[in-house]
């Protein structure tokens, strides 16, 4: 064979390996952003079921202020009740809108920006802010409770609370909230970051993550 024959043979091959390449990082691309889209749909209906239980909340804590409007400390039991759920619905919204703006379509670097918007809502802002509340919010609800009982005999509940009793639900408070952070510390400490942040992303967004990364590894190859 010629040399310059078996330099066209050469490219000929070449270019076919490389159409070959495009074809199997096509392909690829396809089934793992479609992975990564199954993979966020128990996020999705999580979330959603979120806002209908945020619903529910305020308008729990609406239903209970504007019908004891003469007690301020149910009035701002109430109040607190309704901020839980307008932040339960808040925050599952804003999680959707950046995630129904994911186009699959669009390069690897693209979805993984979103996904990692996803990550830090979460980890940065909801999981802390709902740790929190998680700490404090029973307080108003046992509350709320409480009063619904004493409404059946026409008792204001407040003007029966002890301050000893007070002191106790503060200082329940103040040790809820502080484990909280402890254990976050604590976590850290021992090397588990890592794990604690991805249980916080969930692992809707972890898996669609790794499908993307197969595709990044691919690409780099």
Not at 62 to 81: D, K, L, Y
Not at 109 to 115: E, F, M
Not at 124 to 134: C, I
Request: with cysteine; net charge positive; charged share 20%.
């Amino acid at each position: 064979m010629e040399l310059d024959e078996m330099k066209l043979a050469w490219q000929a091959l070449g270019r076919q390996l490389e159409r070959q390449h495009a074809l199997n990082l096509e392909l690829l691309r396809r089934e793992r952003a479609g992975r990564a889209r199954r993979h966020l749909r128990p996020l999705v209906w999580g979330q959603s079921l979120q806002i209908v239980l945020g619903v529910v909340i305020m308008l729990w804590g609406i239903g209970f202020w504007s019908t004891h409007p003469g007690i301020w400390q149910a009035v701002a039991c109430g109040i607190a009740m309704q901020l839980l759920g307008t932040l339960a619905v808040a925050f599952p919204v804003r999680l959707l809108v950046v995630q129904q703006g994911i186009d699959y379509a669009a390069p690897v670097l693209d979805i993984q920006r979103r996904l990692a918007r996803m990550r830090a809502w979460r980890v940065k802002v909801e999981a802390p802010v709902f740790a929190v509340l998680g700490g404090v919010i029973w307080i108003p609800a046992l509350m709320m409770w409480a009063q619904y009982e004493g409404d059946g005999f026409g008792l204001d509940l407040w003007q029966h609370v002890r301050s000893g009793f007070m002191v106790w639900l503060l200082a329940t408070v103040a040790v809820s909230v502080g484990g909280v952070f402890l254990t976050r510390f604590v976590v850290r400490r021992l090397g588990h970051g890592r794990w604690l942040e991805n249980s916080l992303a969930g692992g809707s967004i972890v898996r669609a993550e790794a499908a993307l990364a197969e595709i990044a590894s691919f690409e780099r190859e």
